[in-house]
């Protein structure tokens, strides 16, 4: 089987497959399969080993959060998608009661926000200039520039934050929407009850509380002590 997944990735890597690590799951009738380039993996599990903490095992993204909710009891509801957001990218894993169903990959990360919210304003006949380190900054101190990124009479500044970065948020909203309906499609007696955001890029403030009155869905984050827990226990320290 390890052969044959190999064959089938060698020729839509952007690099050698001798030179990486290819991970496969079997789940069902289908067959997941990912390949990370050696020196990214180096370059990730170097912070573990310079805290002399050596993993004992690398899987897929969607193994990894089934076990950590077989664990742990990560999801509250039936049926749910769970976001996974980096700065570049966001995984929109679908579970069906407890297992996993599919997965994609749309560009929304945490970087798109900074990147939208950056540039000059015009506020009071004078310009207003964000730069990188100040999106960033209001992004971890303040969150969402206005609730719900509607614009606010008493915050201008803000309302044209909220102007920048709303097509970005309106954009993944729909792919967001069409995921679902995808899953609904392939399984038309079930629904997705609930979504849960992780990741770095998930973390600011009033995310959750849009995608939950733009989807009309309860949006949940996930304890860090839940994902800590499985980290811990799968992970060796030699002194």
């Known amino acids: 089987m390890k052969e044959a997944v190999i064959w089938q990735l060698a020729e839509k890597l952007p ?80 579970f069906q009661n407890g297992g996993f169903h599919s997965m994609r990959e749309i560009a929304f990360g945490g970087d798109h926000i900074t990147q939208a919210m950056m540039g000059t304003f015009v506020l009071e006949n004078q ?24 614009a606010d ?11 920048r970065v709303r097509p970005v948020f309106e954009k993944a909203v729909n792919e967001i929407r069409s995921t679902i309906l995808q899953f609904q499609r392939q399984l038309p007696d079930e629904k997705i009850d609930a979504i849960y955001l992780s990741g770095e890029g ?7 509380t849009y995608f939950s009155s733009q989807l009309n869905l309860p949006v949940l984050g996930i304890e860090a002590e839940k994902i800590e827990a499985i ?3 799968d992970t060796r320290s030699h002194g």
């Open 231 to 233: 980290v811990v226990g």
């Open 15 to 94: 690099f050698p497959v001798e030179e990486s690590k290819v991970l496969y799951e079997i789940v069902g009738q289908k067959v997941l399969a990912a390949a990370l380039h050696q020196p990214v993996l180096e370059s990730l599990l170097e912070p573990f080993h310079e805290a002399e903490i050596y993993p004992e095992l690398v899987t897929l993204l969607p193994m990894a959060y089934e076990s950590l909710n077989r664990h742990q009891a990560l999801f509250a509801s039936k049926n749910v998608l769970l976001l996974h957001t980096g700065s570049e990218q966001t995984a929109m894993l679908a």
């Open 153 to 163: 009479p008493l915050e201008p500044k803000l309302s044209q934050l909220s102007a």
């Open 127 to 150: 310009q207003v200039v964000i730069r990188f380190s100040e999106a960033e900054a209001i992004k971890e101190n303040l969150g969402m520039p206005t609730p719900n990124l509607t």
């Open 202 to 208: 998930a973390e600011m403030k009033g995310m959750g």
